[in-house]
C-alpha cells in the first residue's frame, strides 16, 4: 500500500523512493579505510590488551569497575576448542591488580613455562558467582614476536598468537612442537618449487629429506634431499619437483632431519600472523616445466601451488586443468 | 559553550565518525558538548563518542529492511540536503523535516556540520542565534562541480568553514569567494596511540589504508621490487581492504615479490601494526588531509610520503621527520625508502622527530584551537547582518549562475516538483 503511495511520486525521484538505508552490514561492504568492523556483543565481557615477549609468554591487561575488580576471586579462563575427539582442556589465570596503573586494572601472566596444547583457545573472564564471559580483543603488541628467534634452551616451543575471531571475540592460537622446521622464503616456478627454512631443536644431517606426503590415499611419499646450510647446521634448502605429485591433490611437507629420525611438519609460525592462508600466498604454476614452441600456446595439464594450511602446515596443491 | 555536531552516522566506521569524536571528547572537557547522528545503524557506537559526550540520533534505521518501513515520508525525496552530496540516496522528506525541527529548536551556543549536505542544512535551517561553522572533511577539488554551486549559494549563510589543510582553505578563499564567513583550517587530531613508539630496528616498511586507486599501492609495489633488489633483509606489509586487492596481489606474484610484500588485509586497531615497523609508506596520487602520516609519525615512524594534493605537505618536514618525494615516481620513492633503509643513524633520529612533530595533532592542540576558533565566533554576535548580506548574495549568484547557464536545476533548492 505505501508501495502505491511512492509511485506517485515525481519522476526522478524514483530510483530514490526505494533508498539505500544506511546499515551497519552495507558499510563492510562498501569500504574500510583499513579497519576490520568490530562485531558487538552485550554480553562480553571488557576489551583487553595483549602483551607478547619474545620467550612466548602472554599478558592480558583490562580494566573492570571498582565494584568487579574487588570481588575477590577474579581470573581468566582459557579453554580450548574441542577437536575431533570431543576433548577439551581448561586453563586458569588469576587477575591480579597492575599497581602503577589506574584503579581497577587486572593482569594475568601466561608464562612461556605453561604448556597449552596446539589449538585454539578462547578466553573467558572468570568473577564470583557468575558464568564466564567471552572478552573483546583490545591492543595486541606483538611485536617481539614479529621474525621470532626462539629460545633453543628447551625441551619443546610454545607459540601463541592471540586474535580476534569472526566474530569479535578473543582467542589464542597455541603451537607446541619440537623439533620445528620453520618454512623461510619459497620460490615457485613451473616444474616445482624451492624451499628454505630452518630447524629449531635438531641438526639437518647430510640424510635430510623433504617428504611430501599424500593427505588422503596410499600413494607413496614423495621424498628429496634436504641440503644442509649454514655455519650451525640448521638451515635447509630442498627443492621438490612436482611432476611426481600429479597423483594426489594435496601434499603436506615433512622434513625428516637424519635418516630413521621422526619426520618434522614444515609449518610457518615465527611470527604474529595466526592466520597465513590469506596473507602468504604463491602463484600456481606448470606441473611440467615447459620448453619450445608449443609452451605458449598449450595449457598445462596440470597447476600447482604451495600454501599454508589452517594451522599455518605447509602444503602443496595440484590442479588438474581439463 | 553548548556545541552541538550534526553526523551523518556516529555509529558507523569512518575517518569522519572518529575524528569528530575526538574533537568532541577534547571540547567536553570544558563545553556542553552532544553529537546528533541523524542515522542509528548499530546498538552501540563503534568508536567511542568519550566521556560526557552526548550521541543521539534521529532515524533509527536498525533491522529496518526498506524505506517504506520507516513510513512514506521516507519514500519522498530530500528538498534540503543537496542531491549533489553522495549521501543523497539516504536521505527523504522525513529527514528534512527531523534534522529541520532539531535545527530549528537548537539550544546550542554553536551548531557545526560535519559533510557537505548536513552543512547545508545548517546555513538554511538553523534558527536565529547559534554561531553556524561548517566543516570540509574532504576537499573542494574533489567535489563535483553541481555540489561546488550548491556550496556557493549556501554557505555564505554559515559564519565560518574549517578544512583540514591549508591547501584547501585557499582553494575555498579563491574559488568560492564567501565574504563574511571565516575559513580556517585546523588539521584533524590524532590521538596518543597508546603503545610504545617504535624503535626503529624492524626491517618492515608498513602502508596502511583502503586498497584504492588513489592510494597507488601499485606504485609502491614496484618502488618496492627496487628496494629488495638491493635490500632483500626488508619486506613491505600493506594493511587495508578495498577493491584494488586482487590486482595488487597479481602485481606482487609476477613481480616475485611474494617473499617481500605481504597483504595484511583489515585490523583495527592499526597502531600495534604501525609499532612493528620502521618506516612508513603513503605514496597517494590524492589526500584530503593524510591521516595515516599522522597515525604513523605518532608511532614514531619516519614517513615517505608522495608530495600530493592536499596533505603531506603540510604534515611531514622533509629531511627531518620523513621524505616527500614527486607523485608517480617509483625511483623516487624507492631512493627516499633505501635512503632511510641504509642509514640506521637517520632513521631513528628521523623516527624520533616524527614522534615529537606529530604531537601538534595531539586532541587537546586541535581542541584547542577549535575552542579559540569558538569563542571568537561566539563573541563576534554581528551575525545578523551578515546573513542579510548572505542571503542576498545567495540570490545574486543564482541570477548570475541562470545567466551564464549553469541552470537552477543544478540547485537543490531550485528543485520544485
Known amino acids: 500500500m505505501s508501495g502505491s503511495t511512492a509511485e506517485t511520486v515525481t519522476p526522478g525521484a524514483t530510483d530514490t523512493a526505494h533508498a539505500p538505508l544506511p546499515?551497519?552490514?552495507?558499510?563492510?561492504?562498501?569500504?574500510?579505510?583499513?579497519?576490520?568492523?568490530?562485531?558487538?556483543?552485550?554480553?562480553?565481557?571488557?576489551?583487553?590488551?595483549c602483551t607478547a615477549d619474545s620467550a612466548g609468554g602472554l599478558t592480558f591487561d583490562l580494566r573492570l569497575s571498582a565494584a568487579e575488580a574487588q570481588g575477590g576471586d577474579v581470573g581468566l579462563l582459557l579453554r580450548r576448542r574441542p577437536g575431533p575427539s570431543a576433548e577439551t582442556e581448561e586453563v586458569r589465570l588469576p587477575l591480579t591488580p597492575v599497581q602503577e596503573a589506574e584503579p581497577g586494572t587486572l593482569?594475568?601472566?601466561?608464562?612461556?613455562?605453561?604448556?597449552?596444547?596446539?589449538?585454539?583457545?578462547?578466553?573467558?573472564?572468570?568473577?564470583?558467582?557468575?558464568?564466564?564471559?567471552?572478552?573483546?580483543?583490545?591492543?595486541?603488541?606483538?611485536?617481539?614476536?614479529?621474525?621470532?628467534?626462539?629460545?633453543?634452551?628447551?625441551?619443546?616451543?610454545?607459540?601463541?598468537?592471540?586474535?580476534?575471531?569472526?566474530?569479535?571475540?578473543?582467542?589464542?592460537?597455541?603451537?607446541?612442537?619440537?623439533?620445528?622446521?620453520?618454512?623461510?622464503?619459497?620460490?615457485?616456478?613451473?616444474?616445482?618449487?624451492?624451499?628454505s627454512g630452518r630447524l629449531y631443536g635438531a641438526e639437518v644431517s647430510p640424510r635430510a629429506r623433504l617428504e611430501a606426503w599424500p593427505r588422503r590415499g596410499e600413494q607413496e611419499p614423495v621424498v628429496v634431499e634436504?641440503?644442509?646450510?649454514?655455519?650451525?647446521?640448521?638451515?635447509?634448502?630442498?627443492?621438490?619437483?612436482?611432476?611426481?605429485?600429479?597423483?594426489?591433490?594435496?601434499?603436506?611437507?615433512?622434513?625428516?632431519?637424519?635418516?630413521?629420525?621422526?619426520?618434522?611438519?614444515?609449518?610457518?609460525?615465527?611470527?604474529?600472523?595466526?592466520?597465513?592462508?590469506?596473507?602468504?600466498?604463491?602463484?600456481?604454476?606448470?606441473?611440467?616445466?615447459?620448453?619450445?614452441?608449443?609452451?605458449?600456446?598449450?595449457?598445462?595439464?596440470?597447476?600447482?601451488?604451495?600454501?599454508?594450511?589452517?594451522n599455518n602446515d605447509l602444503a602443496v596443491r595440484v590442479d588438474r586443468t581439463e | 559553550m553548548h556545541i552541538s555536531f550534526l553526523l551523518h552516522n556516529g555509529y558507523a566506521i569512518g575517518g569522519t565518525v572518529r575524528t569528530t569524536y575526538n574533537l568532541a571528547r577534547s571540547l567536553a572537557e570544558h563545553h556542553d558538548v552532544e553529537v546528533v547522528s541523524v542515522f542509528r545503524t548499530r546498538d552501540r557506537p563503534v568508536f567511542d563518542p568519550g566521556p560526557g559526550v552526548k550521541l543521539r540520533h534521529l532515524v533509527d534505521t536498525r533491522g529496518v529492511r526498506s524505506a517504506e518501513a520507516l513510513g512514506t515520508e521516507h519514500t519522498l525525496p530530500a528538498r534540503v540536503f543537496p542531491e549533489a552530496d553522495g549521501k543523497y540516496?539516504?536521505?527523504?522528506?522525513?529527514?528534512?523535516?527531523?534534522?529541520?525541527?532539531?535545527?530549528?529548536?537548537?539550544?546550542?551556543?554553536?551548531?557545526?556540520?560535519?559533510?557537505?549536505?548536513?552543512?547545508?542544512?545548517?546555513?538554511?535551517?538553523?534558527r536565529r542565534g547559534p554561531v553556524r561553522l561548517g566543516q570540509e572533511h574532504l576537499t573542494l577539488a574533489t567535489h563535483s562541480r553541481r555540489l561546488k554551486l550548491v556550496l556557493r549559494s549556501v554557505y555564505p549563510r554559515l559564519d565560518a568553514l574549517t578544512t583540514v589543510t591549508e591547501a584547501d582553505a585557499a582553494d575555498y578563499r579563491r574559488l568560492l569567494r564567501l565574504?563574511?564567513?571565516?575559513?580556517?583550517?585546523?588539521?584533524?587530531?590524532?590521538?596518543?596511540?597508546?603503545?610504545?613508539?617504535?624503535?626503529?630496528?624492524?626491517?618492515?616498511?608498513?602502508?596502511?589504508?583502503?586498497?584504492?586507486?588513489?592510494?597507488?599501492?601499485?606504485?609502491?609495489?614496484?618502488?618496492?621490487?627496487?628496494?629488495?633488489?638491493?635490500?632483500?633483509?626488508?619486506?613491505?606489509?600493506?594493511?587495508?581492504?578495498?577493491?584494488?586487492?586482487?590486482?595488487?596481489?597479481?602485481?606482487?606474484?609476477?613481480?616475485?615479490?611474494?617473499?617481500?610484500?605481504?597483504?595484511?588485509?583489515?585490523?583495527?586497531?592499526?597502531?600495534?601494526?604501525?609499532?612493528?615497523?620502521?618506516?612508513?609508506?603513503?605514496?597517494?596520487?590524492?589526500?584530503?588531509?593524510?591521516?595515516?602520516?599522522?597515525?604513523?609519525?605518532?608511532?614514531?615512524?619516519?614517513?615517505?610520503?608522495?608530495?600530493?594534493?592536499?596533505?603531506?605537505?603540510?604534515i611531514v618536514r622533509p629531511g627531518v621527520d620523513g621524505r616527500l618525494v614527486p607523485m608517480g615516481d617509483e625511483d623516487a620513492v624507492a631512493g627516499a625508502l633505501l635512503g632511510l633503509i641504509n642509514d640506521d643513524e637517520l632513521r631513528h633520529r628521523m623516527g624520533r622527530a616524527a614522534l615529537a612533530d606529530s604531537?601538534?595533532?595531539?586532541?587537546?592542540?586541535?581542541?584547542?584551537?577549535?575552542?579559540?576558533?569558538?569563542?571568537?565566533?561566539?563573541?563576534?554576535?554581528?551575525?545578523?547582518?551578515?546573513?542579510?548580506?548572505?542571503?542576498?548574495?545567495?540570490?545574486?549568484?543564482?541570477?548570475?549562475?541562470?545567466?551564464?547557464?549553469?541552470?537552477?536545476?543544478?540547485?537543490?533548492?531550485?528543485?520544485?516538483?
Open chain 1, 23 to 49: 546499515t551497519a552490514a552495507g558499510e563492510k561492504n562498501r569500504h574500510n579505510a583499513g579497519e576490520s568492523v568490530p562485531p558487538q556483543s552485550a554480553q562480553r565481557g571488557p576489551a583487553v590488551d
Open chain 1, 107 to 195: 593482569r594475568a601472566a601466561l608464562p612461556s613455562t605453561v604448556r597449552l596444547t596446539e589449538g585454539r583457545w578462547n578466553v573467558f573472564l572468570v568473577l564470583a558467582g557468575r558464568p564466564p564471559r567471552r572478552l573483546a580483543p583490545g591492543v595486541n603488541d606483538l611485536r617481539s614476536l614479529v621474525d621470532r628467534v626462539p629460545h633453543e634452551s628447551r625441551s619443546w616451543m610454545g607459540v601463541r598468537i592471540p586474535y580476534a575471531t569472526k566474530h569479535g571475540n578473543l582467542s589464542v592460537r597455541a603451537w607446541m612442537r619440537w623439533p620445528h622446521a620453520e618454512a623461510g622464503a619459497l620460490r615457485v616456478h613451473d616444474g616445482g618449487l624451492r624451499l
Open chain 1, 226 to 310: 634436504a641440503a644442509a646450510e649454514g655455519p650451525d647446521q640448521r638451515e635447509f634448502t630442498a627443492e621438490l619437483p612436482y611432476p611426481p605429485l600429479t597423483g594426489c591433490r594435496l601434499w603436506d611437507l615433512w622434513l625428516r632431519p637424519e635418516k630413521d629420525a621422526e619426520a618434522v611438519r614444515v609449518a610457518r609460525i615465527l611470527d604474529d600472523v595466526p592466520d597465513k592462508k590469506r596473507i602468504f600466498t604463491y602463484p600456481e604454476h606448470a606441473v611440467e616445466p615447459r620448453t619450445g614452441p608449443e609452451a605458449a600456446t598449450e595449457p598445462p595439464y596440470a597447476t600447482a601451488r604451495p600454501y599454508y594450511t589452517l
Open chain 2, 89 to 126: 540516496p539516504m536521505y527523504s522528506a522525513l529527514t528534512d523535516r527531523l534534522i529541520g525541527d532539531h535545527l530549528a529548536g537548537i539550544e546550542a551556543d554553536v551548531v557545526i556540520g560535519t559533510r557537505p549536505g548536513l552543512n547545508t542544512h545548517i546555513a538554511r535551517q538553523t
Open chain 2, 179 to 314: 565574504p563574511g564567513v571565516r575559513i580556517d583550517a585546523v588539521p584533524n587530531s590524532v590521538p596518543d596511540p597508546g603503545v610504545t613508539p617504535a624503535d626503529g630496528n624492524s626491517k618492515w616498511v608498513v602502508a596502511a589504508g583502503r586498497l584504492a586507486p588513489a592510494k597507488r599501492y601499485d606504485l609502491l609495489i614496484r618502488a618496492f621490487a627496487k628496494v629488495v633488489a638491493e635490500r632483500p633483509d626488508w619486506r613491505l606489509r600493506i594493511y587495508g581492504a578495498g577493491q584494488e586487492r586482487p590486482g595488487l596481489r597479481a602485481l606482487i606474484d609476477e613481480l616475485g615479490l611474494y617473499n617481500h610484500v605481504f597483504l595484511m588485509g583489515p585490523i583495527h586497531p592499526i597502531e600495534p601494526e604501525w609499532a612493528k615497523g620502521s618506516i612508513a609508506a603513503v605514496t597517494s596520487s590524492l589526500e584530503s588531509f593524510g591521516m595515516t602520516i599522522v597515525e604513523a609519525m605518532r608511532c614514531g615512524l619516519p614517513v615517505v610520503a608522495t608530495d600530493c594534493p592536499h596533505g603531506p605537505a603540510e
Open chain 2, 359 to 417: 604531537a601538534r595533532f595531539d586532541p587537546a592542540h586541535i581542541g584547542a584551537r577549535y575552542e579559540s576558533l569558538l569563542r571568537d565566533l561566539v563573541g563576534k554576535g554581528s551575525r545578523g547582518l551578515h546573513r542579510t548580506r548572505a542571503s542576498l548574495l545567495s540570490g545574486a549568484y543564482a541570477v548570475k549562475d541562470a545567466l551564464t547557464g549553469a541552470g537552477p536545476e543544478t540547485f537543490q533548492g531550485g528543485r520544485t516538483a
